[in-house]
């Protein structure tokens, strides 16, 4: 078919342009290298690794339950490495101290809490979390939510196993009263320790299984800028050619517009698969970075990516005047969609409002699939991205098409 010759043609034009093709594949391994090395600090490539952070706390329960929340969990050996205790006289101090950013998160543990948990009602726990330090609060709260559970738990047992050994013993002993309480001693013992204990303390995992490494991250972070590239060097293939005429010529033949506009939107689309087909092998063999077990996972959301650039493409086209104007976006929007489709930095490390913004860049949608990926996701944590990087690519083709077409 015609477009599919029109397509080779860009594809060949743009394997021939040598400096474009060492922008387009070395810089973006060379980046890899760099930021993987250099931001490696930021990622915590150790199971159950966990940053540094402080914790302004408010003891108001007089209980052994707050007590021992702070000082046997908080305040371990294991935790010491970790967290930091700013123990605070009020709630209103614990706040301003968050809001200061003299800590990175507050915990409230209010006057009765031990009575509530050990009579089996929900202990009220207040995390208060600066919104730049969401990791933080996240943390703390799986920290505190696992120990309230462990000793709500420990209540019940006790209750059940008193109520249990006194009717055993006392249908054994002819309803004599028995000394139930050194019999469950030894039991509630060892349930107590249990829930006081901090190896027991519940994180937060990734979507999948395994963690993702600084090298796998930039990896994936520099093949979703550099693919995004691809929307504005498409664009200027076009523009070149509609003030050539070129593009003019080729309208004017019995080809269909929409078969030749199709072919430049098939040539972007040629080029940026072919480009990450050479990162991902190049950045696994050379980096031996580990893309995922499931290799259809990795081509259908790139191909999907790839989609959205494609059509991008057409859209920018469309409504661009010149090739300096596709310079322009070229230089400042794509840097700006990658820094804040987390490109440079991961998005994690936003604020929660920031996380949400950068959901309108594609990359963002194509890089957190990547990861998510790398972590062993199930097909079902695709689906919703890679919808919404073909709904990007068919609105953008659609939009630029017609535009074009009725030029």
Not at 146 to 155: I, L
Not at 285 to 305: H, I, N, P
Request: hydrophobic share 50%; charged share 15%.
């Amino acid at each position: 078919m015609k477009l599919w010759e029109i397509a080779w043609k860009d594809v060949r034009i743009r394997l021939r342009d040598r400096k474009g093709l060492l922008s387009a594949l070395l810089m973006p391994l060379l980046l890899t290298m760099i930021l993987g090395a250099a931001l490696g600090g930021v990622f915590n490539q150790e199971a159950g690794t966990l940053p540094a952070f402080e914790v302004a706390v408010y003891q108001g329960d007089e209980g052994n339950v707050g007590q021992a929340l702070v000082e046997n969990i908080l305040q371990s050996d294991e935790m010491k490495k970790t967290v930091t205790v700013v123990p605070l006289d009020s709630e209103a101090a614990v706040e301003q101290s968050v809001q200061e950013g003299k800590t990175d998160v507050g915990l409230v543990i209010p006057t009765g809490f031990t009575k509530q948990v050990t009579e089996g009602e929900p202990g009220k726990l207040e995390v208060l979390q600066d919104p730049g330090k969401a990791q933080t609060g996240l943390i703390l709260t799986s920290i505190v939510t696992s120990y309230t559970e462990r000793v709500a738990a420990v209540s019940a047992a006790q209750a059940a196993i008193v109520a249990d050994v006194a009717q055993s013993a006392a249908v054994s002993t002819g309803g004599a009263a028995p000394n139930i309480g050194q019999i469950a001693q030894e039991v509630i013992g060892e349930l107590t320790r249990a829930a006081e204990t901090p190896n027991a303390v519940v994180l937060e995992k990734p979507v999948g299984e395994r963690e993702v490494s600084a090298k796998q991250y930039y990896a994936a972070a520099m093949a979703a800028m550099f693919l995004l590239f691809n929307a504005t060097i498409g664009a200027k293939s076009i523009l070149n050619e509609r003030s050539t005429e070129t593009l003019s010529r080729l309208l004017s033949t019995p080809t269909g517009k929409a078969q030749i506009l199709i072919g430049k939107f098939a040539g972007t689309l040629c080029f940026a698969l072919l480009q990450f087909g050479v990162l991902y092998l190049a950045t696994r063999f050379l980096f031996d970075v580990e893309w995922g077990d499931q290799l259809g996972q990795t081509l259908a959301v790139a191909g999907s990516y790839a989609v959205a650039v494609s059509g991008l493409s057409m859209a920018l086209a469309a409504v661009l005047k010149s090739e300096g104007a596709a310079d322009i976006v070229s230089g400042v929007g794509v840097q700006i969609c990658s820094v804040l489709g987390g490109s440079m930095l991961p998005l994690s490390q936003f604020p929660e409002l920031l996380q949400k913004v950068a959901l309108i860049t594609p990359n963002a949608w194509a890089l957190s699939s990547f990861t998510d990926i790398m972590t062993g996701a199930a097909w079902q944590a695709l689906f919703l991205p890679i919808g919404v990087l073909l709904a990007i690519g068919a609105a953008a083709l659609c939009f630029g098409t017609w535009r074009l077409a009725a030029r």
